[in-house]
């Protein structure tokens, strides 16, 4: 297996998150959440540090050296598992549970499928970021839409992959990780205030 399939297949595993999102809010409470979510960021900050530094805690050490693109693992090891996590921290911080678990879901496999789709697949570039597919935005909508209808209406499970979908294709300087859910998010929050 490629080094990307394996680091996609890693990010689609972020959709536990979507789904802890609302059972945590139910169970635990919001300040629980976002607590846990807060403390996560800084746990794997922690490690991304000891890796840097040659501390190599087990399992950990592996995940990073079997999925983390050579360049990125010099200076920034766990750098999208990292941004993944801040992403959904600040999608808890910023929208409503559902809102904000819909907005993982999104970035989960949205992301995760137009890369691979995009990668294999892409041959029709978008007019305004050559870096990006059409196939791979396609592809990568279809899958938010599937992951975000788990937790929304279909209407706005919709609306939530779109925008998600929106800000992955932009040529932002911004880490996508954190772009998607606030987009998705932003869209759903004004949607559900509209209507």
Same mark, same amino acid.
């Given at each position: 297996?490629?080094?990307?399939?394996?680091?996609?297949?890693?990010?689609?595993?972020?959709?536990?998150?979507?789904?802890? %999102?609302?059972? &945590?809010?139910?169970? $635990?409470? *919001?300040? #629980?959440?976002?607590?846990?979510?807060?403390? @996560? !960021?800084?746990? =794997?900050?922690?490690?991304?540090?000891?890796?840097?530094?040659?501390?190599?805690?087990?399992?950990?050490?592996?995940?990073?050296?079997?999925?983390?693109?050579?360049?990125?693992?010099?200076?920034?090891?766990?750098?999208?598992?990292?941004?993944?996590? %801040?992403?959904? &921290?600040?999608?808890? $911080?910023? *929208?409503? #549970?559902?809102?904000?678990?819909?907005?993982? @879901? !999104?970035?989960? =496999?949205?992301?995760?499928?137009?890369?691979?789709?995009?990668?294999?697949?892409?041959?029709?570039?978008?007019?305004?970021?050559?870096?990006?597919?059409?196939?791979?935005?396609?592809?990568?909508?279809?899958?938010?839409?599937?992951?975000?209808?788990? %937790?929304?209406?279909?209407?706005?499970? $919709?609306?939530?992959?779109?925008?998600?979908?929106?800000?992955?294709?932009?040529?932002?300087?911004?880490?996508?990780?954190?772009?998607?859910?606030?987009?998705?998010?932003?869209?759903?929050?004004?949607?559900?205030?509209?209507?």
């Amino acid at each position: 297996m490629d080094l990307e399939t394996k680091r996609q297949l890693i990010h689609m595993s972020g959709f536990a998150i979507a789904l802890y %999102i609302p059972w &945590a809010d139910s169970n $635990l409470g *919001f300040l #629980p959440l976002a607590t846990s979510l807060i403390l @996560a !960021v800084f746990l =794997l900050y922690s490690i991304s540090l000891a890796y840097k530094n040659n501390l190599r805690l087990p399992v950990v050490a592996w995940l990073i050296d079997i999925s983390e693109r050579r360049e990125v693992i010099k200076h920034s090891p766990a750098r999208g598992a990292l941004m993944f996590l %801040i992403g959904s &921290a600040l999608a808890v $911080l910023l *929208f409503e #549970p559902p809102i904000a678990a819909s907005a993982v @879901a !999104v970035l989960a =496999l949205g992301d995760a499928f137009s890369t691979l789709a995009g990668r294999r697949y892409g041959t029709l570039s978008i007019p305004y970021n050559p870096e990006k597919s059409i196939q791979g935005s396609l592809a990568g909508l279809a899958a938010a839409f599937f992951g975000a209808a788990v %937790i929304l209406p279909p209407p706005y499970a $919709l609306l939530a992959a779109a925008a998600g979908m929106v800000g992955e294709s932009l040529p932002l300087k911004i880490d996508d990780n954190v772009v998607i859910p606030m987009f998705s998010g932003a869209a759903v929050s004004v949607a559900t205030l509209i209507g």
